[in-house]
């Protein structure tokens, strides 16, 4: 098992790429905090993959709870490992002058600040541990903008490049972080980045744009997360990985 041990967390681990990302990391052997806002979801997910996982209810965007979450993770496993800041969250596709001020902060809080929380609450259990492993769910969005998503497109913009100065600020530290890119995928916020009803025929338009010819899955984005959780990747750090069908060449 190649994160056999490894104690984690896993922001929006209820559903979609999150949940998938905490089911590889069980199978892999490490042990596993759902965080989310859901949380009936995150204790369903949990239930799943039994004893290694453990869910926790509350916001990313809120500092009580992940602090509640690193703690929950430090009393239940005997340390932190490995964050996955995988919660996200859009306003539907629109005009940018028709997104809301409300839209806005939100998209930034769950996007942008919930790092921030998270990083303040981990990073020191991780420097006392000398170890540890942050990563950022980013978005091709944050490299190649899709029209209608301005605001999206820039939240993803400051997580992908906080990443790398994340990175190179964490390193004395034995902190690696890392930044996943996914393309558009296959989740519950699909209809809401394509600002159309989610059909066939809309698919094929953006499907169109990914020379691999699909969309992203959550295996796709839980099989990078393991990848860079476990020691094939212990010289790496500040990488925004792509995982998006060649969407961003």
């Known amino acids: 098992m190649r994160l056999q041990g490894l104690s984690t967390i896993v922001t929006g ?26 949380a009936d979801g995150a204790k369903t997910v949990a239930s799943e993959i039994g004893a290694s996982a453990i869910a926790h209810g509350g ?14 993770a430090v009393d239940t496993f005997g340390k932190l490992d490995v964050v996955v800041n995988n919660a996200g969250w859009t306003f539907r596709n629109k005009p ?4 809301t001020e409300e839209e806005f902060d939100r998209v930034f809080d769950v996007n942008v600040k919930a ?4 990083t303040n609450a981990c990073v020191p259990v991780m420097k006392k541990q000398k170890s540890g492993r942050i990563i950022n769910i980013g978005s091709t969005a944050g490299v190649r903008p899709r029209p209608g998503l301005t605001w999206y497109n820039a939240s993803k913009g400051a ?11 964490l390193a004395p530290d034995g902190i690696r ?7 558009m995928g296959e989740t519950g916020l699909l209809e809401a980045f394509m600002g159309v009803p989610d ?28 990848y860079m959780a476990g020691e094939e990747s212990e010289f790496l750090t500040g990488v925004i990985l792509p995982v998006d069908g060649g969407r961003t060449i």
Not at 15 to 38: C, M, P, T
Request: proline share 4%; aromatic share 6%.
């Open 115 to 118: 790092i921030f929380l998270m």
């Open 177 to 183: 972080v890392n930044c996943i890119a996914p393309v």
């Open 159 to 169: 997580v992908n490049l906080m990443s790398k100065s994340m990175a190179v600020e």
């Open 199 to 226: 059909t066939p025929e809309n698919r094929a338009k953006f499907i169109g744009t990914i020379p691999l010819g699909r969309m992203s899955r959550p295996s796709d984005i839980a099989n990078a997360c393991v």
């Open 13 to 38: 681990g209820a559903s979609g790429f999150g949940a998938e990302i905490a089911r590889a990391y069980a199978r892999e052997g490490a042990k596993v905090v759902i965080f989310d806002l859901n």
């Open 96 to 99: 940018m002058l028709e997104v």
């Open 59 to 72: 916001s990313v965007a809120n500092k009580a709870d992940v602090d509640a979450a690193v703690k929950l």
